[in-house]
């Protein structure tokens, strides 16, 4: 489990890269944000439901 800071850094460094892979436009910072923070979160609900099997 993370702490909220590790969670709150590990979404900072993926809005980073959606906003890299996006062409590294201005404006957009809080959906680069909310994509992280859900693709984080399905990553580890993934993760929580494979380690009960």
């Known amino acids: 489990m993370m702490t909220p800071k590790e969670l709150e850094d590990r979404i900072g460094v993926r809005a ?5 892979r996006e062409g590294r436009t201005y404006g ?16 580890e609900d993934h993760r929580k439901a494979r380690s009960r099997h």
Do not use: L
């Not at 980073?16 to 890299?20: A, G, K, Q, S, T």
């Not at 957009?28 to 990553?43: L, M």
């Open 16 to 20: 980073h890269e959606i906003w890299e």
């Open 28 to 43: 957009n910072h809080e959906g680069h944000w909310h994509r992280a923070t859900k693709e984080i979160e399905e990553e």
